[in-house]
C-alpha cells in the first residue's frame, strides 16, 4: 500500500521509540520489494547493514559512486559485500551530464561556490539517486540528528516530499557513541579513514580529516557554512537545487 505524508505523522508516532532493528524489520515486512536501504559506507551506514544481515536480509541495497570516492571507501564496499553476502546495486552518474560538466567548468568548479558545487552534486548525485528510487514506496537511511544543522529536523519515519515515498531513519536519534559501540560489541567492518581523523566521508576532494573538537561534519566542503553542507541527497525541497 502506497503511504502519504499524513501516513508518515502516525507512523512516526508509533514508531521512533522502537530499537531500529525492530524498525527495519517493520519495513521489510511493510514494503516487501518496494524499499531499499541507501549506504555510503560511512560508520552509520554498516551499521544499518550489519543489523539488515540479520533482520531483513532480503531487502534490496544500493549506493552511489560518484567517480571520485576515496579508495578507502571501494575496500570497504568490498569488505561488507564479502562479509555479509551482498549484492549491492552501485549507480553511477550520467555519462553525458558529467562530461558537459568537467568539459565546460572542469574538474575543481564546485570550490568557485555553493551553486557551483551543489550543481556536481547534483550530477553526480541527486540524478542517480532519482533511478535508484524509481518504483520505490520507501527507502533507508544512517541519518542522524546530530550529524549536522541540516539534519536536526530529521525523524525516525518520515515523508520525503521530493521523491513522494517514506524515508525511514532507524538511527536518526543515536550518538556517535552508540554507533561505534554497536560497530565494536559486532565487529563490524568500517571504513579505515575513520581511524585517520575522518568521521564524515564524502568524495576524496570535498573531504577532509578534522581537528580534535571540530564537528563531526566539519570535514564535508569545509569552506562553506554549515548550514550549506549538503549534497542534496537530504535536501528539504524548499533548499535550493541547481537545473
Not at 49 to 60: C, E, F, W
Not at 129 to 158: F, H, K, P, S, Y
Not at 210 to 217: C, L, N
Not at 221 to 227: F, G, I, K, R, T
Request: hydrophobic share 35%; aromatic share 8%; glycine share 6%.
Amino acid at each position: 500500500m502506497k503511504h502519504s505524508q499524513k501516513d508518515a505523522a502516525a507512523l512516526e508516532s508509533s514508531l521512533r521509540d522502537r530499537p531500529p532493528e525492530e524498525i527495519i524489520s517493520w519495513a521489510a515486512a511493510t514494503f516487501s520489494g518496494r524499499v531499499k536501504v541507501s549506504t555510503g559506507f560511512g560508520a552509520e551506514g554498516v551499521v544499518v547493514l550489519d543489523m539488515l544481515s540479520n533482520v531483513a536480509p532480503q531487502i534490496r541495497v544500493f549506493t552511489l559512486d560518484t567517480g571520485r570516492l576515496p579508495e578507502d571507501t571501494y575496500d570497504v564496499m568490498e569488505r561488507i559485500r564479502h562479509r555479509y553476502g551482498l549484492q549491492i546495486e552501485v549507480y553511477f552518474p550520467d555519462r553525458e551530464r558529467l562530461e558537459r560538466l568537467v568539459s565546460s567548468k572542469g574538474l575543481y568548479s564546485f570550490r568557485r561556490s555553493v551553486e557551483e558545487r551543489q550543481e556536481c552534486c547534483h550530477v553526480r548525485k541527486v540524478e542517480p539517486l532519482q533511478r535508484a528510487m524509481d518504483g520505490l514506496d520507501a527507502w533507508i537511511t544512517g541519518l542522524r540528528w546530530e550529524q549536522a544543522v541540516t539534519r536536526n529536523e530529521a525523524r525516525a519515519i518520515e515523508w520525503d516530499e521530493t521523491h513522494q515515498l517514506l524515508k525511514i531513519n532507524p538511527l536518526v536519534n543515536w550518538t556517535e557513541e552508540d554507533v561505534w559501540r554497536y560497530i565494536r560489541a559486532n565487529d563490524v567492518p568500517y571504513n579505515a579513514l575513520h581511524e585517520r581523523g575522518y568521521p564524515s566521508i564524502g568524495c576524496a576532494p570535498c573531504t577532509r580529516a578534522i581537528a580534535r573538537g571540530e564537528h563531526i561534519r566539519a570535514g564535508r566542503w569545509w569552506w562553506e557554512l554549515p548550514e550549506h553542507r549538503e549534497c542534496g541527497i537530504h535536501r528539504r525541497p524548499t533548499d535550493h537545487v541547481p537545473t
